[in-house]
Nanobody, 122 residues
Framework: QVQLVESGGGLVQAGGSLRLSCAAS????????MGWFRQAPGKEREFVAT????????YYTDSVKGRFTISRDNAKNTVSLQMNRLKPEDTAVYYC???????????????WGQGTQVTVSS
């Protein structure tokens, strides 16, 4: 099994940037597809971004394309989400997840972190 811990969330003004990190332990992330999801108050958890085992393939939800970048460092066992030009609608708890299939659905991911809060003020 792999354990995931997110960090880097916080409060930022609209137009600002944050970088989320996900530290893995227990097993190397090179075995896993890694993804980021988010959940806003009163809404379901939704897909944000995913990255393949070697990092050569990435997918993003339409609302973050061109603003967010997912990356991974298998040697350091970490995954990051660089978020630029943040908007108030990006406010949510962000979760790191690990799975075995390059998919955008929640059911494709087996392991989850506890989440980190991102709040974007207008």
């Amino acid at each position: 099994q792999v354990q995931l811990v997110e960090s880097g969330g916080g409060l930022v003004q609209a137009g600002g940037s944050l970088r989320l990190s996900c530290a893995a332990s227990g097993r190397t992330i090179s075995y896993y597809i890694m993804g980021w999801f988010r959940q806003a108050p009163g809404k379901e958890r939704e897909f944000v971004a995913t990255i393949s085992w070697s990092g050569d393939v990435t997918y993003y939800t339409d609302s973050v394309k061109g603003r967010f970048t997912i990356s991974r460092d298998n040697a350091k066992n970490t995954v990051s989400l660089q978020m630029n030009r943040l908007k108030p609608e990006d406010t949510a708890v962000y979760y790191c997840a690990a799975g075995s299939v390059l998919q955008t659905t929640r059911e494709s991911y087996n392991y989850w972190g506890q989440g980190t809060q991102v709040t974007v003020s207008s």
